[in-house]
């Protein structure tokens, strides 16, 4: 018997049928194997070039102090600018409130068909539910006087006007917390704790 010429076979991986039919567990681990090949040679790990030292002023630290001192305090102006900015408009949104109410009698009616044209044309914005719409319209009723509001009421945030709103009917009383929050920097839930302290107290 003659031998044919040509390349040599290469050794078959067994399929899922012959591991079923006789084959051996190298076969299995042959099967199972990724079909990859390691690269040969050497493997060389890549290195990070790292940062040569930097001889600083001696001042430096003191100067950084600086630089993050008024970073934090423009960040502080911005937000406050900006409140400012969305209590202006909470104001006058719920003066012309108060004037559609006063030409038209009803009352659920205008703040209901504004908070969902509102939504409609600002789906991302919050802040025009029915229920903050009537808090604008009160908040526009409780502060008349522009100076008054834009001295204090308009330091504040909205979630510090709304609580003086719903806890305090007295007007100068009102005024006094408004003044005092400003005063002290008080939170939310430092204001609501001093006018429960002084209701107690009654």
Request: zero cysteines; proline letters at 7%.
């Amino acid at each position: 018997m003659t031998s044919r010429s040509g390349p040599p076979i290469k050794p078959r991986i067994p399929a899922l049928n012959d591991l079923l039919s006789g084959a051996t567990s190298e076969d299995f681990q042959r099967l199972r194997a990724p079909l990859t090949r390691k690269p040969k040679g050497r493997q060389h790990r890549s290195t990070v070039p790292t940062t040569p030292a930097i001889a600083l002023p001696g001042d430096y630290t003191h100067w950084l102090a600086d630089i993050k001192a008024r970073v934090v305090t423009a960040r502080h102006r911005a937000v406050l600018a900006a409140n400012a900015e969305m209590i202006q408009l909470y104001w006058q949104v719920g003066r012309e409130i108060l004037s559609r109410q006063a030409q038209q009698d009803g009352e659920t009616e205008v703040i209901d068909k504004l908070a969902r044209d509102l939504h409609v044309a600002f789906p991302s914005i919050r802040g025009f539910s029915p229920r903050n719409l009537q808090y604008m319209r009160n908040f526009a009723e409780a502060w008349p006087d522009t100076e008054i509001w834009q001295q204090f009421v308009a330091r504040l945030p909205w979630g510090h006007n709304v609580l003086l709103l719903t806890m305090l009917k007295d007007p100068a009383e009102r005024l006094h917390y408004a003044e005092e929050a400003v005063a002290n920097g008080w939170s939310r839930s430092t204001l609501e704790a001093n006018i429960r302290d002084k209701q107690g107290k009654r």
